[in-house]
C-alpha cells in the first residue's frame, strides 16, 4: 500500500511537471537554474534529503512512542490488578 502510494505521487509530479513544461512555464525557472553555482544543487539536495529524514524519523519515533506507551498501561493495569486482590483476598475477580 506504501509503495502504491509512493509510486502515484511520484506519477502524478511527473505529469504535473510535464504539463508545464508543454505549457512553456518552466522555461523562465530552467533558464534561472542553469545560471546557478553548482555547489547549489548539492544545497538543494541536502535540504530536501534531511527534509525526507526528518518526515521518516519522526513517523517512526510517533510508533516506538506510541508502543512504550501501551506497554507502561498494560504494566500499570496489571499493577492494579495486583493491589486490587490484595486488599481483597476473598474476592476472586480478574
Not at 542553469?34 to 526528518?54: D, H, K, N, R, T
Not at 510517533?62 to 493495569?77: S, T
Amino acid at each position: 500500500m506504501k509503495n502504491t502510494k509512493r509510486s502515484l505521487i511520484i506519477i502524478a509530479l511527473i505529469m504535473f511537471v510535464f504539463i508545464l513544461q508543454q505549457l512553456h512555464l518552466l522555461s523562465g525557472i530552467i533558464s534561472h537554474l542553469e545560471s546557478l553555482p553548482w555547489w547549489m544543487y548539492l544545497v538543494f539536495l541536502g535540504i530536501l534529503i534531511s527534509a525526507y529524514q526528518f518526515l521518516t524519523l519522526s513517523k517512526e519515533d510517533k510508533e516506538v512512542d506510541q508502543q512504550w506507551i501501551e506497554e507502561q498501561g498494560e504494566v500499570f493495569i496489571k499493577r492494579m490488578r495486583e493491589e486490587k486482590k490484595r486488599r481483597h483476598p476473598n474476592n476472586n475477580e480478574a
